[in-house]
């Protein structure tokens, strides 16, 4: 995939003949969405690791379901501290740096993890993670959506099915690991470890140019207008109802993955070895479904190809539901994500066209803080409802998300076609 990236720090390079300019100029932007993809593939790693190692951590901690919460917590804490910290971080800091902070969050949450930490440790981490990523995704992907040639939809289609791909891996690797060596589950951190060290590696070397913004305006001026973003946010209606979708979609994404495994063992009889790597068949198939699905839904509007999406969706999850067999629910449960493969991006696309181009940082930092608290707080509930009634509680929630679900994309205002 070739594109041109257009940087203001880039050096002129008027003594170079232009197509050897031209060459660099697409062949450092490349490397830019490289960047971005494997960011996102990072956090595939670590969030696809919770689900497989929840029933190690429950066991390793000697702690309930319900205490699992502040896991979700703390990360929900993380991305209402980076939405609100993502308006004005801008006017002071470059896209380089602001990649380079989320980065670095995220390879030092992985540093603190192979070596066993006690749980209030082992939470924090969850924090540092949370907020790393919430910077580099949030930057990542107004960069990708606002790369100023065609295919938008393609490039946001590939970012986040790294992602998935992250997740995909992730699972295997976790269930590896614990399943080898028992109570040394932890080792697992070491892979992601690892991966977010090249992360920092591959931000410094493929965004160029300084960490300060050079404010020549002054300090003032840069509140006012971060002050001045926020309210044009709030503003628009758009913003409030994609941002209700999103919390939705994420809700259904982290309760889903988070407790199928422990779902699968009590319901289905499976064992941790076994249902450990049941989730990374609905990564899988979120994965597939960002790369396939991503194409007929901008050709046919984001619109009527994701309410279809959810309406097959939502068949899937009573397939899962109401057939008590490991291996339908694990064939179910693949198609689950790749129904809800296409909907992020997409997501991303109507909100790059929705909202003005001056505020798509903030508003897409505070839109990911309200998915994030779906992601924590509908997890959070179960881990509540799972103490005093057991897990079987999942499936009615998550098929009653994916109906709220579908109800708030159709809210959603409408946007004009695409023009590419």
Not at 18 to 43: D, I, M, P, R, W
Not at 282 to 293: I, K, N, V
Not at 313 to 320: A, E, I, K, R, Y
Request: proline share 5%; with cysteine.
């Amino acid at each position: 995939m070739e594109l041109s990236i257009r940087n203001g720090n880039d050096e002129d390079a008027t003594a170079e003949p232009a197509t050897n300019g031209t060459e660099v100029s697409v062949a450092h932007g490349n490397l830019k969405l490289f960047s971005a993809s494997f960011s996102f593939f990072v956090a595939g790693t670590n969030d696809g690791s919770i689900g497989a190692l929840l029933p190690y951590i429950l066991a390793s901690y000697k702690i309930g379901p319900g205490l699992v919460s502040v896991l979700y917590l703390a990360t929900f804490l993380a991305w209402l501290l980076a939405a609100l910290t993502n308006a004005p971080l801008p006017h002071h800091l470059t896209l380089r740096a602001l990649l380079t902070l989320g980065a670095t969050l995220q390879l030092l949450s992985q540093a603190l993890r192979p070596w066993n930490p006690p749980f209030p440790l082992y939470t924090f981490t969850f924090f540092l993670a949370g907020l790393g990523q919430a910077y580099q995704d949030a930057h990542a992907n107004t960069f990708v959506a606002s790369i100023p040639t065609s295919g938008t939809h393609n490039r946001l289609g590939l970012i986040h099915a790294m992602y998935g791909l992250g997740c995909l891996v992730s699972p295997f690797v976790a269930t590896g690991i614990a399943g080898m060596r028992d109570g040394r589950w932890m080792l697992f951190y070491v892979f992601p470890l690892g991966l977010s060290a090249v992360n920092v590696v591959l931000v410094l070397f493929a965004f160029s140019g300084p960490f300060i913004v050079d404010d020549r305006g002054g300090e003032r001026i840069s509140n006012r207008s971060a002050r001045q973003e926020i309210r044009t946010v709030f503003k628009s209606r758009g913003f409030w109802l994609l941002s209700l979708f999103y919390f939705f979609h994420i809700g259904v994404c982290s309760t889903t993955a988070g407790w199928v495994v422990e779902y699968l063992i009590h319901l289905r009889h499976g064992s941790p070895t076994t249902a450990g790597y049941i989730p990374s068949g609905f990564y899988s198939g979120l994965t597939l479904g960002r790369l396939l699905l991503a194409e007929p839904a901008h050709r046919y509007g984001e619109r009527p190809m994701l309410c279809l999406y959810t309406l097959l969706c939502f068949t899937s999850q009573l397939l899962f539901w109401l057939i008590p067999n490991l291996v339908s629910s694990a064939v179910a449960f693949s198609f689950i994500g790749f129904f809800l493969g296409p909907f992020f991006a997409a997501g991303i696309s109507v909100a790059s066209r929705l909202l003005p181009g001056h505020v798509q940082s903030a508003a897409l930092g505070m839109i990911f803080v309200t998915a994030q608290a779906g992601g924590a707080l509908f997890p959070s509930l179960i881990g509540a409802i799972a103490s005093a009634a057991g897990v079987k509680a999942l499936q009615p929630i998550v098929a009653g998300l994916i109906v709220l679900m579908g109800v708030s994309w159709v809210l959603v205002p409408k946007v004009e076609r695409h023009l590419e």
